[in-house]
Every structure is written in C-alpha cells, then in structure tokens.
C-alpha cells in the first residue's frame, strides 16, 4: 500500500506543495527559458510536480493543481480579462488535463507487460512525450497560429479558418503580413509548423519525461506509489 495515500491531510499537503514548485518553476519557464527566435514558446517543466500527484494523492487532487496552476498563469501574466488574455491559461489547463489523462490512461496498460519497473517507467513517459508532441504540433497548426493570428494580427475570422489561412499563408496574402513573425516568415506554412513547433515539443516533453522518469522511480521505491 502507498504510504499515507488514505490520509486526507497528507493529499491536501502534498498538493499544495506541489501547486507551489509548479507556479514557481512555470513562471522561471515563462521569464528565463524561451525557444530561440520563437520568444513566445518557453521551456516550461511544471507539470512534473503535477503528474505524481495522481498516485501520491488522486486524480481529484490531481487535475485540481493542474486547473489551479492554469489558473495562476492567467494572473501572472497580469489578469486580463479580454479573450487574448485567457488563451495562455485555457491552453496551460488544457494541456495539463491532457498530459494528466494520457498518463492515467496509459500507466494501466504499459504495467502489464512484464518488464522491470524501470523499463514500464520510461516506456509510460516516452509515449507521453510523443503523443503530446504530435497533439500539440498538429493543435497549433489547425487551431492556434490562427487563432493568434486572429487575436493579435487583426486577422479577419473567415481569413482565420484553417482553410483559407494555410493558403493565404503559403500565397503571401498581405492580409497575414503581420501574422508571419509567429512561424518566423517560413513560406510554407505547414513546414514552418512542423520545423517550428515538432522540435520545440520533442525537446520540451523530453526533458519532462526524463523528470518524470526520475521522480516517479524515486516515489516507487520510497513506496509512495505502488509497484503493482
């Protein structure tokens, strides 16, 4: 059994604890770790201290921090209350509920193939990583870069369709002539998503899971989750 995994005052403890180290890790990703020439992508680890809650606590405390965290973004970022200033935290959330459900879905699955503990660790947090990765590429690319666009570039909403965007994109319509500092002028426009948003993903999730990877061994032989 999970040390102290019943005790209601252990979960509410450790989850507050964890809400703590990701507002302060997510906001050192947010000022000091950017992405290159993409200065609006950050090397954000947060969701390391997120993701052990579901077996250290449960799901409910879980997805809580991960709503939470999101929600502390939006006033860090200064509390705007106008759409464009929710969308950083409606994708932190998002995203945060979705690394969370791949990893209760998936962790299930990979411990019953027979293989060392270690070997089912790394296996759950690559397949998180590529997953997510691929998500997030193809997310951005039909739905955020024009949805920014639209925000931030005065893109009228029937050019922000992902339809006549990608066309308008790959024509050089001027109509997007402020949008394209966000793939950094790439002429086409999926392999300005692709060569922008695939390596940024692959590296980002892959420091997390090797985080992860490490943390979740730890609490395994400090028995605070359970082996079987």
Do not use: C
């Given at each position: 059994?999970?040390?102290?995994?019943?005790?209601?005052?252990?979960?509410?403890?450790?989850?507050?604890?964890?809400?703590?180290?990701?507002?302060?890790?997510?906001?050192?990703?947010?000022?000091?770790?950017?992405?290159?020439?993409?200065?609006?992508?950050?090397?954000?680890?947060?969701?390391?201290?997120?993701?052990?809650?579901?077996?250290?606590?449960?799901?409910?405390?879980?997805?809580?921090?991960?709503?939470?965290?999101?929600?502390?973004?939006?006033?860090?970022?200064?509390?705007?209350?106008?759409?464009?200033?929710?969308?950083?935290?409606?994708?932190l959330i998002?995203?945060?509920?979705l690394?969370?459900?791949?990893?209760?879905?998936?962790?299930?699955?990979?411990?019953?193939?027979?293989?060392?503990?270690?070997?089912?660790?790394?296996?759950?947090?690559?397949?998180?990583?590529?997953?997510?990765?691929?998500?997030?590429?193809?997310?951005?690319?039909?739905?955020?870069?024009?949805?920014?666009?639209?925000?931030?570039?005065?893109?009228?909403?029937?050019?922000?369709?992902?339809?006549?965007?990608?066309?308008?994109?790959?024509?050089?319509?001027?109509?997007?002539?402020?949008?394209?500092?966000?793939?950094?002028?790439?002429?086409?426009y999926?392999?300005?998503?692709?060569?922008?948003?695939?390596?940024?993903?692959?590296?980002?999730?892959g420091?997390?899971?090797?985080?992860?990877?490490?943390?979740?061994?730890?609490?395994?032989?400090?028995?605070?989750?359970?082996?079987?």
């Amino acid at each position: 059994m999970n040390k102290n995994h019943t005790n209601p005052l252990f979960k509410m403890t450790i989850s507050g604890i964890m809400l703590g180290f990701s507002i302060a890790v997510m906001w050192l990703g947010q000022t000091f770790f950017k992405w290159g020439a993409v200065t609006y992508l950050n090397i954000d680890v947060s969701i390391v201290f997120v993701i052990p809650l579901l077996w250290i606590a449960n799901k409910k405390y879980a997805y809580s921090v991960g709503i939470l965290q999101g929600l502390m973004s939006f006033v860090m970022t200064g509390g705007n209350a106008s759409f464009g200033g929710w969308v950083g935290p409606i994708i932190l959330i998002s995203t945060n509920v979705l690394l969370l459900t791949l990893a209760w879905l998936i962790y299930p699955l990979v411990k019953k193939i027979k293989m060392k503990i270690i070997w089912q660790i790394i296996l759950l947090y690559v397949i998180i990583a590529l997953l997510i990765s691929l998500l997030l590429v193809t997310l951005n690319g039909v739905l955020l870069i024009p949805v920014y666009s639209y925000i931030y570039a005065g893109v009228s909403p029937g050019d922000a369709s992902i339809m006549n965007f990608s066309s308008l994109w790959n024509e050089n319509d001027s109509v997007l002539s402020d949008a394209r500092w966000l793939l950094l002028d790439i002429p086409n426009y999926w392999t300005g998503i692709w060569s922008i948003f695939a390596p940024f993903n692959l590296a980002k999730y892959g420091i997390v899971s090797f985080l992860l990877i490490n943390i979740h061994f730890m609490l395994v032989h400090a028995g605070y989750i359970s082996k079987t």
